[in-house]
Structure formats: structure tokens, C-alpha cells
């Protein structure tokens, strides 16, 4: 077996970044379908959100090349 | 259809492509020069980018170069898009960020163009996939949103904003200023850069890897077909996702530009 460690590395760190999207992106529908009229600003607030969990996950994709 | 178009690209040959990814992204000058003492490659990548921008500037021009009060096709589609950022810039910032209805609009189009490069035809590269591009992009947002904030703040207001978030209790800062200089100064335009650049880069590996896999696979008559057959059905499904990933990355850049311009109009 040949390989990288970074790779694994990788693997393991989108995990979190992952459940933390679910959570995320499951509430934020939950609050959109019980009050429909504030989607908009739930949609915006969500995905500034997203941008924040999202760049753990792209420290680690980055970091699995650069190391 | 696309299969070929690319192993066009590389010639039809696929040795050596796959084992090394740089391949992929690093392209050989097609010609270069000097000026000045700086020495220029101009590759693949970079006349991407180049057709992308007078793609763009030609459709803008035809499109808007004498707007009717009753809006033709064309025009219709070029002032949604101006709608879209006017839209964010309106619900983030407020009315004062019709200043940067410009900027955004510029980002926006400009970031989707290159990115569109990926899935277009025989381009089949965004120039957005090398790491420069999106950076350019985020050290222009960083001067606006730095540059913003010093002009409607005043320099030490804003740095001691940055630096001291108030309704804090005073020991906290001993853990929170590094973090807050960090985040807001550095870390904030390296994400906008690695976000995009991460985005175009591992959806640019996996259009390659759907376009290669039918050209590799299909020949092998038992059970490799089965995986080629696979691979020529999932290309629409992989080009339709990459179409999203495409408007959503332009989306979320501009977005979090707005949403960082915000955060330095006023003090927290």
C-alpha cells in the first residue's frame, strides 16, 4: 500500500465541518418552513454560516497538499 | 461528445496524466516574452482567462450598449445579474451599499466567467482552479473592506475596533485580540482566496476524472466497460453539479464581500 497520510488528514478533517454543515443547513430549513416570510434573511445568515464552517474543511484540503 | 473533446485537449494521450495531478493545472507556455526584465509565459490558463473577459465585455456591450425602457432578452438576463448583487448589497449592507453595487457586480461576473471556463468546451479549465486568480480577487476585497473601513471609521477607530471588540470583559482580551486581528486581517481574505480556489480546483480534478474514466475504461471489453459505460452516464449529472458549484462559488464570494464591507461600516 502506497499513499499520503495528508490524505487521511484530509479525510478527518471535513468530518466535523461536515456534521457542522448538517446541523447548520437542517436548522436553518426548519426555520425557513416554519416561518416562510423570513427565508430570505435565514437563507443569507445561512450561508455566511456555511462559509465559516466551510473553511475548516478547506484548511484541511489545503493543508493536505501543502504539508 | 465531451470524451473527446477531452482527449483533444491532451492530444489523446492520457499517459501520465493521471498519476500526477499537477498535471492538470499546470500548463506549458504556448509563448513568452520578456518586459522590462520580467519574463512572461503565456499558457493555457492565462488565454482562458483572457477569452472569458472579451466573451464577457462583448455580451455586456451588445447587451447594454443602448438600454431600452422595455427591456429586451438580453438586456433582461445582464440586469438580473445586476439585480442579484443589488439584492445582496441592499439586504447586507443597507443603502449605503449601493456605492458597491459596482463591485460586486464586477466580482460576480467575472468570478463566474472563469469559473464557467471549467465546464465550457474545449477549455474544460477554470483559470480560478490556480490559487493567484482567486487570490487577486480576495486582496481587492480586502482593500475595500480595510480601505472602507478606515475612511468611514477613522484609522485608529477601526484597527481598535478590529483589534478590541467591545462588550467584552477586559481579561478576555488576552486571548481575543490575537484571535480577532488574525481572523478579520488575515484569515478572512486567505478563506474568500482558498474557498474558490479549493472549489474550482478539486471540481476541476473531478471533470477530468469523468471525462478520462469512459476514454480509459470503455475499451477494456469484460467488466472495465461496465465502469466506462458508468462514466459516460455521469458526466451530464457531474457538468449540471459543477454548473451549481460555478453560480453558487460567484454567490457565496460576493456575499461574504458584502457581509464583510458591512462589518467595517460601523463598530461593533
Keep these: 500500500m502506497e499513499g499520503s497520510l495528508n490524505v487521511i488528514g484530509y479525510g478527518l478533517a471535513t468530518l466535523g465541518p461536515a456534521i457542522g454543515l448538517g446541523m447548520l443547513i437542517g436548522k ?10 423570513a427565508a430570505g434573511m435565514v437563507r443569507t445568515t445561512m450561508f455566511i454560516g456555511i462559509a465559516v464552517v466551510e473553511a475548516l474543511a478547506l484548511l484541511g484540503f489545503v493543508l493536505a497538499f501543502a504539508l | 461528445m465531451t470524451n473527446i ?8 494521450e492520457f499517459e501520465g496524466v493521471l498519476d500526477d495531478i ?3 493545472f499546470d500548463f506549458p507556455a504556448v509563448f513568452s516574452f520578456s518586459l522590462f526584465g520580467v519574463e512572461f509565459g503565456i499558457n493555457r490558463t492565462i488565454l482562458i482567462a483572457w477569452i472569458m473577459m472579451a466573451v464577457v465585455a462583448a455580451v455586456f456591450l451588445i447587451g447594454l450598449r443602448n438600454p431600452k425602457v422595455v427591456p429586451g432578452k438580453l438586456q433582461a438576463a445582464l440586469e438580473g ?5 443589488r439584492t445582496i448589497a441592499m439586504e447586507i449592507i443597507g443603502p449605503k451599499g449601493l456605492k458597491y453595487v459596482p463591485l460586486l457586480t464586477t466580482f460576480f461576473v467575472a468570478i463566474f466567467a472563469l469559473n464557467f471556463a471549467k465546464i465550457t468546451p474545449f477549455m474544460v479549465m477554470p483559470p480560478t482552479g490556480r490559487p493567484a486568480w482567486p487570490l487577486f480577487f480576495a486582496v481587492i476585497a480586502w482593500v475595500v473592506y480595510v480601505g472602507v473601513g478606515i475612511k468611514e471609521q477613522g484609522v485608529g477607530h477601526y484597527f481598535k475596533g478590529v483589534a478590541f471588540p467591545s462588550g467584552v470583559p477586559w481579561p478576555l482580551y488576552v486571548i481575543l485580540t490575537p484571535i480577532e486581528i488574525l481572523s478579520t486581517l488575515v484569515l478572512r481574505p486567505f478563506t474568500l482566496a482558498v474557498r474558490l480556489f ?3 480546483a478539486a471540481g476541476h480534478i473531478l471533470i477530468v476524472i469523468t471525462l478520462v474514466t469512459p476514454w480509459i475504461f470503455l475499451p477494456s471489453m469484460p467488466v472495465g466497460w461496465l465502469v466506462g459505460v458508468f462514466g459516460l452516464l455521469a458526466g451530464p449529472i457531474v457538468f449540471g453539479f459543477e454548473l451549481f458549484i460555478i453560480g453558487l462559488q460567484a454567490y457565496i464570494f460576493v456575499m461574504l464581500t458584502a457581509v464583510y464591507i458591512d462589518s467595517s461600516m460601523e463598530a461593533h
Design chain 1, 28 to 37: 436553518a430549513l426548519e426555520s425557513m418552513a416554519r416561518q416562510p416570510e
Design chain 2, 5 to 12: 473533446l477531452a482527449a483533444a485537449e491532451w492530444g489523446g
Design chain 2, 22 to 24: 499537477n498535471a492538470l
Design chain 2, 81 to 85: 445579474i445586476v439585480d442579484i448583487n
Design chain 2, 198 to 200: 479549493a472549489n474550482m
